[in-house]
């Protein structure tokens, strides 16, 4: 005895004219468009309720930037192992940022620093902090970016500083060499 298939009439052969096609398609369809309706509802909800965030838009401008010369001589200047600098930072947005580092060929090693009042003892800190719609000015007798064992750069017209604020990204500027103790 042998066995036969039946054979397939019109309404479940796959044809786009049967029924059971457009359920095969609804029942594809469903899955996504659930998911789909779900994640937009979770995303209205997180962005409603502030869990989004913002975006924050700090910028940043130097005003003002130089680096004095250590000394009027190079033999002096070898005998002094730091160089402060003299910098203007303005925030020109309402959102506070902080310089975070420093860095220039012409040293290693930059420190950031307070110092508390001229005859105050200078203290290393990790951070400075830009206020917002304010204005950071940094000097040798004040908050400073300190230089610490320099490559002799009293020669040069300028010194590359490249400036790292956590929310402001990079400014790059060169620095003009000043004399000593000088703006």
């Known amino acids: 005895m042998t066995a036969v298939a039946p054979s397939p009439t019109r309404a479940d052969s796959g ?3 049967g029924s ?3 359920t095969d398609l609804v029942r594809a369809a469903a899955v996504p468009l659930i998911c789909a309706a779900v994640l937009i509802g979770l995303l209205s909800a997180w962005v409603a309720t502030s869990g989004a965030g913002t975006l ?3 910028r940043l401008e130097v005003t003002l930037a130089a680096v ?3 000394a009027f001589t190079p033999r002096a200047a070898d005998a ?4 402060g600098t003299y910098l203007t930072i303005r925030n020109l947005s309402g959102t506070p940022d902080e310089l975070i580092a420093v860095r220039s060929p012409v040293a290693g090693h930059i420190t950031l620093s307070t110092r508390d009042g001229l005859a105050g003892m200078r203290k290393v800190v990790g951070t400075l902090t830009v206020p917002g719609d304010g204005t950071l000015t940094l000097s040798p007798l004040t908050d400073d970016v300190v230089l610490e064992n320099p490559a002799r750069f009293e020669d040069r017209g300028s010194v590359p500083l490249t400036l790292v604020f956590r929310d402001a990204g990079q400014i790059t500027i060169n620095a003009p060499v000043t004399a000593p103790n000088t703006p």
């Open 15 to 17: 044809s786009p004219g």
């Open 20 to 22: 059971r096609w457009l």
């Open 56 to 58: 924050t838009r700090v």
């Open 68 to 70: 004095p010369m250590r």
């Open 80 to 83: 002094i192992h730091e160089a």
